[in-house]
């Protein structure tokens, strides 16, 4: 017997020239990729239950498969003929409509959808359920406590609550998934709507871009010749990186602004937006995607040297500090604003007064320092964490080697065939966080990204969350009995 079809709506384009766009449509971007077969397999069974809008583009480097799939479907009768399908392709940041962006319920991107609203352009969905598993894709999507305890209620999965709070926005989505019952799963949603009082919970969501999960660190202590940082950040953005992190005490913000300019001029990348950049102070650049408050800690004007000298510390009047970082977003000057080296009293002193509560706070975080409660804080309050030092921070003033000579994932590396260094950053992406790992060097680069196609067993992460924890950037600097910081259990609020 064959497959019961699903009917999928269509929304009418503006142009009024032909049919309109299906309102659920299969993705066949893969991140890392699959090989053609894969793809060619999964549009057919996808055509099979009642997929009729497939996303393609040159990049995914998807279209012939796609293309051999269709043929393939007519060849067996699954449909009469190529008009019955609607296909959408792209040029690489192309701005054809329909318009493609990132919406899901942590990202609603209300603005822009009133703008394109108004002036009849149809916005399509990518990352509709928060791109698990991409480079650039984090679980807040699919952990949301809000869209889990929307589904419980509703007797539905995520994902399609995900999806119906998408169609009753008028929005077109992409889904990928190369799963048969998952695609047939995710078209169950124009049988039942979302309450009133669900979409308003929906509404009310943290909401924050995806910030990319893998980035590049410029920090190096002691400082290495610009010329380095420069051939690595090229080396990295060739390699796929899109997240650098920089500040001004690190002396890397010129040199990564040079960096990305000769990455533009040689055709790296077609433009700014495709990088993710977090600084702690602007660049000379148009605009940052992530701007953090570095510590919670005030220097007197002027004072630009690390570490500070102990005269030179005031009491942080965080209030007005976050109010004018507030500010800075509404300007334009910084997409997302956050929080680094901020404990979690100090988050729920922003969180008790903030218009724009922090999006990102960017911590230590490491096998060795797990930070257990701070992640479930953030977790709580809709707040990504970045971790920095997520390999132990070999080299620098802070840093030790516990982490990269612990017996523990030295056993579990050789166990799984890969480096120490990987099974850190997995660990960390498996904890839900950014992770933001340095190397000057192209083959730890690569390395160092290999970390999506793989998981630690729950044995192995039993293992890891028993090893002894202790902070290794306990910001002794900043502390002076004369001073308005008297104490290390005063300045991390007792998370020692």
């Given at each position: 017997?064959?497959?019961?079809?699903?009917?999928?709506?269509?929304?009418?384009?503006?142009?009024?020239?032909?049919r309109?766009?299906?309102?659920?449509?299969?993705?066949?971007a893969?991140?890392?990729?699959?090989?053609?077969?894969?793809?060619?397999n999964?549009?057919?069974?996808?055509?099979?239950?009642?997929?009729?809008?497939?996303?393609?583009?040159?990049?995914?480097?998807s279209e012939?498969?796609?293309g051999?799939?269709?043929?393939e479907?007519?060849?067996?009768?699954?449909?009469?003929?190529?008009?019955?399908?609607?296909?959408?392709?792209?040029?690489?940041?192309?701005?054809?409509?329909?318009?493609?962006?990132?919406?899901?319920?942590?990202?609603?991107?209300?603005?822009?959808r009133e703008?394109?609203?108004e002036?009849?352009?149809?916005?399509?969905?990518?990352?509709?359920?928060?791109?698990?598993?991409?480079?650039?894709?984090?679980?807040?999507?699919?952990?949301?406590?809000?869209?889990?305890?929307?589904?419980?209620?509703?007797?539905?999965?995520?994902?399609?609550?995900?999806?119906?709070?998408?169609?009753?926005?008028?929005?077109?989505v992409?889904?990928?998934?190369?799963?048969?019952?998952?695609?047939k799963?995710?078209?169950q949603?124009?049988?039942?709507?979302l309450?009133?009082?669900?979409?308003?919970?929906?509404?009310?969501?943290?909401?924050?871009?995806a910030?990319l999960?893998?980035?590049?660190?410029?920090?190096?202590?002691?400082?290495v010749?610009?010329?380095?940082?420069?051939?690595?950040?090229?080396?990295?953005?060739?390699?796929?990186?899109?997240?650098?992190?920089?500040?001004?005490v690190?002396?890397?913000e010129?040199?990564?602004?040079?960096?990305?300019?000769?990455?533009?001029a040689?055709?790296?990348?077609?433009?700014r937006?495709?990088?993710?950049?977090?600084?702690?102070?602007?660049?000379?650049?148009?605009?940052?995607?992530?701007?953090?408050?570095?510590?919670?800690?005030?220097?007197?004007?002027?004072?630009?040297?690390?570490?500070?000298?102990?005269?030179?510390?005031?009491s942080?009047?965080?209030?007005?500090?976050?109010?004018?970082?507030?500010?800075?977003?509404?300007?334009?000057?910084?997409k997302?604003?956050?929080?680094?080296?901020?404990?979690c009293?100090?988050?729920?002193d922003?969180?008790?007064?903030s218009k724009?509560?922090p999006?990102?706070?960017?911590?230590?975080?490491n096998?060795?320092?797990?930070?257990?409660?701070?992640?479930?804080?953030?977790?709580?309050?809709?707040?990504?964490v970045?971790?920095?030092?997520?390999?132990?921070?070999?080299?620098?003033?802070?840093?030790?080697?516990?982490?990269m000579e612990?017996?523990?994932?030295?056993?579990?590396?050789?166990?799984?065939?890969?480096?120490?260094?990987?099974?850190?950053?997995?660990?960390?992406?498996?904890?839900g966080?950014?992770?933001?790992?340095?190397?000057?060097n192209?083959?730890?680069?690569?390395?160092?990204?290999?970390i999506?196609?793989?998981?630690?067993?729950?044995?192995?992460?039993?293992?890891?969350?028993?090893?002894?924890?202790s902070?290794g950037?306990?910001?002794?600097?900043?502390?002076s009995p004369?001073?308005?910081?008297?104490s290390?259990?005063?300045?991390?609020?007792?998370?020692?």
């Amino acid at each position: 017997m064959g497959e019961t079809l699903i009917s999928v709506p269509d929304i009418p384009l503006s142009s009024g020239i032909g049919r309109g766009i299906p309102v659920v449509g299969l993705g066949t971007a893969a991140d890392p990729p699959v090989a053609f077969e894969v793809i060619r397999n999964a549009v057919l069974e996808a055509i099979e239950v009642g997929y009729r809008h497939f996303d393609t583009a040159a990049l995914y480097n998807s279209e012939q498969p796609l293309g051999e799939a269709v043929a393939e479907a007519i060849r067996r009768g699954l449909i009469k003929s190529r008009e019955e399908l609607f296909i959408t392709s792209k040029l690489w940041c192309s701005d054809a409509h329909p318009e493609h962006v990132e919406v899901n319920p942590c990202w609603q991107q209300k603005k822009l959808r009133e703008f394109c609203r108004e002036n009849g352009i149809l916005v399509v969905a990518y990352a509709a359920l928060g791109a698990v598993g991409t480079f650039y894709g984090t679980n807040r999507v699919m952990e949301s406590e809000v869209l889990k305890e929307v589904a419980d209620a509703r007797g539905k999965t995520i994902p399609e609550v995900c999806l119906r709070w998408a169609y009753e926005q008028g929005i077109g989505v992409l889904v990928k998934s190369f799963n048969k019952d998952r695609m047939k799963q995710n078209l169950q949603l124009f049988s039942w709507e979302l309450s009133e009082e669900e979409s308003k919970k929906i509404s009310e969501i943290p909401q924050s871009r995806a910030c990319l999960v893998l980035g590049l660190g410029t920090a190096a202590f002691p400082p290495v010749e610009p010329e380095i940082v420069k051939q690595a950040v090229l080396e990295a953005i060739k390699l796929g990186y899109r997240h650098f992190d920089t500040a001004p005490v690190y002396q890397t913000e010129q040199v990564l602004g040079e960096a990305i300019a000769a990455a533009l001029a040689l055709g790296l990348i077609k433009s700014r937006d495709e990088l993710f950049v977090t600084s702690k102070l602007n660049l000379k650049l148009e605009y940052l995607d992530l701007y953090l408050v570095h510590w919670p800690v005030c220097l007197k004007p002027g004072s630009f040297e690390y570490p500070s000298k102990l005269e030179n510390i005031l009491s942080l009047d965080i209030k007005s500090v976050w109010t004018a970082m507030e500010e800075c977003q509404t300007l334009g000057l910084a997409k997302s604003i956050g929080v680094s080296n901020f404990s979690c009293k100090k988050l729920g002193d922003i969180l008790a007064f903030s218009k724009t509560p922090p999006s990102v706070n960017q911590v230590e975080l490491n096998p060795c320092w797990q930070q257990r409660k701070l992640l479930k804080f953030c977790k709580a309050n809709g707040i990504v964490v970045a971790a920095f030092s997520p390999l132990g921070a070999v080299g620098t003033s802070w840093g030790s080697n516990r982490v990269m000579e612990s017996d523990v994932l030295q056993e579990i590396a050789k166990a799984k065939c890969k480096s120490v260094a990987q099974i850190c950053l997995r660990w960390g992406y498996e904890q839900g966080a950014v992770v933001v790992m340095k190397s000057f060097n192209k083959e730890r680069l690569k390395a160092n990204a290999d970390i999506f196609n793989w998981e630690l067993s729950e044995e192995e992460s039993k293992k890891i969350s028993d090893i002894p924890q202790s902070r290794g950037h306990r910001g002794e600097e900043f502390i002076s009995p004369d001073g308005p910081i008297k104490s290390l259990e005063e300045f991390w609020d007792g998370e020692l």
